[in-house]
């Protein structure tokens, strides 16, 4: 009320202050919308500070507002050049390489991506370094690219400090890889081993969509099932990864042979997909909803000896992981310190 009496009693930057603690609030919550609101708001409110600009153009990424997102990494991008802050030029790159990933321009995400990563090495920015390698990876994950992959993420576990809360999410994307080569045993058994790691109620769906899909595979039925019911409860609540969520568990049904309900879920993600113009995710649904149409049988473990590399990473993951969840000196394990980690160390681009 004393605002709207006397705004001339506020000064700008001190109410952006106070937009901006309210998006952090919400986007730890995982209330979307009502970040990307307040972090708008925030870089609306104060003009020139680079971190707004970026933390918007995050907020409005994860709401599907894309061509928001976008105009505010842009925004980013020349004020933090402007100021000579690497960091926040960095961050600018790499968002703007998620957005074109998330409208399945894969070759223009692939440019920012490589863009940040060279800034990032060439200014000895090591943990973004790092990010930079995850998000190359991912895109090689999510094309099924095996022996790129493998080198990939291994260059990006190096880089990754011990504790980072992004080596679970690393875990996840190289099970991913191997899912895509059908590699589902090693697939189930590195998923099992990073669960306890993701805890945020919205990272967990696509994490227990995917292991829904191995374990359906390996014919692990009661795992497949108790995963599927917590995907179906939390998907509406957490739009973000619900189509992928739903391909996941569209995947796993063929392997059960409950084709309608593979139907379902295949017709439930593209519409999801269309609805957050994830033209990327759209294309696949509708391609996985021609497959199941057909009658097609789902491709089985692959029969190739799983290769030794595969294995050295696996046992990397293992030894990051034990790590990662292992108390330290002062009773707190790694997912305390995630919990309570600065802005700088949080998962957001």
């Not at 708001?41 to 933390?55: E, I, K, Q, R, S």
């Not at 227990?208 to 390996?218: E, H």
């Not at 057909?294 to 990397?316: F, K, L, Q, S, W």
């Amino acid at each position: 009320m004393y605002l709207r009496l006397r705004p001339d009693s506020v000064d700008g930057r001190d109410l952006a202050a106070a937009c901006y603690a309210v998006w952090r609030w919400a986007e730890a919550e995982s209330l979307l919308r009502t970040a990307a609101h307040f972090g708008e708001a925030a870089a609306y409110l104060d003009p020139d500070n680079p971190v707004y600009a970026n933390d918007a153009g995050w907020a409005c990424r994860r709401c599907a507002l894309l061509n928001r997102a976008e105009v505010w990494y842009q925004r980013g991008f020349r004020l933090a050049v402007r100021i000579k802050s690497r960091r926040e030029t960095i961050r600018a790159l790499l968002g703007r390489g998620a957005v074109y990933k998330d409208w399945g321009r894969h070759d223009e995400a692939r440019d920012f991506y490589d863009r940040a990563s060279r800034r990032a090495v060439r200014t000895g920015r090591r943990r973004q370094a790092a990010v930079a390698s995850h998000y190359i990876f991912a895109l090689e994950a999510e094309g099924g690219a095996f022996d790129a992959g493998l080198a990939a993420v291994r260059e990006t576990l190096n880089l990754y400090p011990i504790y980072d809360r992004r080596v679970p999410y690393l875990a996840h994307d190289y099970a991913f890889l191997l899912i895509r080569n059908r590699y589902f045993a090693s697939a189930l058994t590195l998923l099992e081993k990073l669960a306890p790691a993701i805890t945020k109620p919205e990272e967990r769906l696509l994490s227990q969509s995917s292991l829904a899909w191995v374990a359906a595979a390996a014919g692990r039925y009661e795992q497949h099932r108790a995963a599927e019911k917590y995907v179906l409860d939390a998907a509406t609540a957490y739009p973000e990864y619900a189509a992928a969520s739903f391909i996941h568990l569209a995947h796993a049904s063929r392997f059960v042979g409950a084709s309608d309900d593979a139907a379902v879920y295949a017709a439930r993600a593209e519409e999801i997909a269309a609805s957050r113009c994830d033209s990327a995710l759209a294309e696949e649904a509708a391609a996985l909803r021609l497959v199941i149409a057909a009658g097609t049988p789902p491709e089985r473990e692959n029969p190739d000896p799983c290769p030794y590399a595969v294995e050295a990473v696996e046992r990397m993951f293992s030894v990051r992981l034990r790590r990662w969840l292992a108390p330290d000196r002062r009773g707190t394990g790694a997912n305390a310190k995630a919990a309570n980690a600065t802005d700088q160390e949080r998962n957001r681009l």
